[in-house]
C-alpha cells in the first residue's frame, strides 16, 4: 500500500528552527507537496520538490531524496504564526495525491 | 479577489436526509476535487473532475456524488447522510500539470446526527 509518515506533534521556540520530516513509499513518484493549515482553515500551499535537493523560499525550505523516500521542511527564525499543521503530500504514479496526516507545529514564546 | 467559493460554512444534518455542498471557482481551473478530512487522516479524496463534463472516484466515493456542468462549478451531493459523513468538506481546484498547486476552499464542516 501506499504511505506517508510524518510526526503527529512538533514544539519549538520562537526565533529557533524547527525540521518537519515526511517519508514516504508510494506506487512511483512524480513530486512532493507541501502545505501549511492554520486551525479550522485550508490547506495553503508552501513548496513543491520533483529534484533531489534543497529548494529555499524565505524562511521556508525543503529538501528531497527520491532515492530515500524522504523530505523535510525546515523552518527558520520561527514566529508565533508558523503554528500550524504541516501536511505532506506525494504525487504518485496516477498522478494521484497521497496525503500523509499533518504535523502539528506548536510554537512556543 | 480570485478563489473558491465554499458553501454553507457548517450545517448539521440528519441521518437519511440529502445535502449538497457547493463549491465555485473563478480561476478558470480545469481540475477540481472534493476531500474530506478527518482527525488523525491525510486528506482523502472523494471525486474529482479533469475538465468540464467528466468526474472520477476518488479513494472514497461510496454515498456521495458529483457533477461538473461547467467550468467553474462542482457540487458534492450526499444522497442518504450517514454519521460516518461527519467531516470537513475541502473544495480544491489546480492547473493542469503534476507540479500544479492545489487552492482550497474554506471548507465545510458538516456533522450528521
Known amino acids: 500500500g501506499q504511505n506517508i509518515d510524518q510526526p503527529t506533534e512538533m514544539t519549538a521556540t520562537e526565533g529557533a528552527i524547527v525540521q518537519i520530516n515526511c517519508t514516504y513509499q508510494?506506487?512511483?513518484?512524480?513530486?512532493l507537496f507541501w502545505y501549511q493549515q492554520h486551525a479550522g482553515e485550508a490547506p495553503t500551499f508552501l513548496s513543491y520538490n520533483v529534484l533531489d535537493g534543497l529548494e529555499e523560499k524565505g524562511r521556508f525550505s525543503s529538501f528531497l531524496s527520491r532515492s530515500k523516500g524522504y523530505s523535510y521542511l525546515l523552518l527558520k527564525e520561527l514566529q508565533m504564526k508558523d503554528s500550524a499543521s504541516y501536511l505532506c503530500a506525494v504525487m504518485d504514479s496516477n498522478y494521484q495525491l497521497i496525503w500523509g496526516a499533518g504535523t502539528k507545529l506548536i510554537i512556543k514564546p | 479577489t480570485a478563489g473558491i467559493t465554499q458553501a454553507p460554512t457548517s450545517q448539521i444534518l440528519a441521518a437519511g436526509r440529502s445535502m449538497t455542498l457547493r463549491c465555485t471557482q473563478d480561476?478558470?481551473?480545469?481540475?477540481m476535487y472534493w476531500y474530506r478530512q478527518d482527525l488523525g487522516l491525510g486528506l482523502r479524496l472523494i471525486h474529482y473532475s479533469n475538465t468540464a463534463g467528466t468526474t472520477g472516484k476518488g479513494e472514497v466515493p461510496d454515498g456521495y456524488s458529483v457533477s461538473r456542468a461547467n467550468t467553474d462549478d462542482f457540487p458534492l451531493t450526499l444522497a442518504s447522510a450517514v454519521p460516518s459523513q461527519t467531516s470537513v468538506y475541502f473544495c480544491a481546484s489546480s492547473e493542469q500539470g503534476a507540479n500544479s498547486p492545489l487552492h482550497f476552499g474554506n471548507g465545510t464542516r458538516l456533522t450528521v446526527t
Open positions: 508510494t506506487s512511483g513518484f512524480n513530486g
Open positions: 480561476m478558470r481551473h480545469n481540475a
